[in-house]
């Protein structure tokens, strides 16, 4: 980790380690905010502006209260999304405001009304295969439909 990260820089930087595969909205203030790779990726799929930070960091931001068109664009396009919370309003100590992954969402586990196709399903499956038996799982997130089957 850069000695040089700013308190918020090293918190994100931990965070993202614990969640590689999504794209990280970091909540600053008002803003969920990504960088690096993230800040790359997400910039070209929601058609928004990259900017820097010091050191050259690539970061782009969007509004708290906007993020749901923009989850729902980055599903569409196969991500999945982390969302890091600010869980206080004020530091209670240290220099930095406490913050947690409070949600990852994917096409799989999504369950809110304005996010979803009415006309889609948004299934999980879970196949499990021993010995001589097979069994499956099946959940429509969306709808609470739950299909089970086993053979043997």
Request: aromatic share 10%; hydrophobic share 45%; proline share 5%.
């Amino acid at each position: 980790m850069d000695p040089k990260a700013t308190p918020a820089m090293k918190q994100y930087l931990e965070m993202k380690r614990q969640y590689r595969e999504e794209i990280l909205f970091f909540r600053m203030g008002d803003f969920y905010e990504m960088f690096f790779d993230d800040a790359r990726a997400a910039s070209k799929m929601l058609d928004i502006a990259l900017t820097s930070r010091q050191n050259d960091i690539p970061m782009c931001g969007i509004p708290y209260h906007a993020a749901d068109n923009y989850i729902a664009r980055l599903l569409k396009a196969g991500r999945r999304v982390a969302i890091c919370e600010q869980m206080e309003a004020v530091p209670s100590s240290g220099p930095v405001v406490r913050r947690e992954v409070v949600r990852v969402i994917t096409p799989g586990t999504l369950i809110e009304d304005n996010l979803l196709q009415s006309d889609d399903n948004n299934f999980l499956a879970s196949i499990i295969i021993d010995r001589d038996t097979i069994a499956m799982a099946f959940v429509d997130v969306s709808t609470g439909d739950f299909f089970i089957s086993s053979t043997g």
